[in-house]
């Protein structure tokens, strides 16, 4: 029996089921192979491997430039039995919430959140501008204004008007940080829970 290929050139798929069933379907005269079924504990390896080894994704996305999977979960049953004993319905893999700034997927790095969460922790550190989160600069009033979007109503909040950055950055710090323990409180990972209160109790820029 021939060995199976590796998965993007490192990862190895020792399932002993089939964890992708594709048809074949005829677009304009042309066949193709259409995805029809996926195992989803397959499905969520592959993309870590693809986010970390695939060129042609991280031209797409560059800040997954330097990231890199532990040697255990190379092995996709690893990968498996861990996801296995997770709350992933419906949530997404996370892997720098518990670790910030983190580039190597590991079971004591990864976690699964939801979509809020995930928002929420995005900081758009690449795309925010020239002031500090939370900070814009009001041309008709000549003050820095701060602003932070609610999790919850998913508006964004005017946080009011101040005269130096520093301090709008502090308005929106401060409210960062109460709606943190919010959705902490409504989370039913401890881990995800008390990493939203570190960062932003302990919040840097």
Known sequence: MAAKKLVYGVGINDADYVVEQKRTIIINGVKKEKLVWYCPY?????????????????????????????????TFTNFKGWMERQDFEGKQLDKDLLVEGNKVYSKDTCVFVTQVVNSFTNDCRAVRGQWLIGVYWNK?????????????????????????????????????????????AIQTEPRVAKALIDRYTNYSN
Request: aromatic share 16%.
């Open 42 to 74: 397959y499905r969520t390896w592959k993309s870590i491997l693809e986010r970390c080894f695939s060129i042609k994704f991280q031209e797409r996305r560059p800040t997954y430039k330097g990231c890199s999977v532990s040697e255990e979960w190379l």
């Open 140 to 184: 008709r009033d000549s003050k820095f204004q701060a602003q932070c979007r609610n999790p919850f109503t998913k508006k964004l909040e005017n946080l009011g008007y101040f005269t130096s950055e520093q301090e709008a950055h502090k308005a929106w710090l401060k409210r960062k940080l109460e709606l943190a323990y919010e959705l902490a």
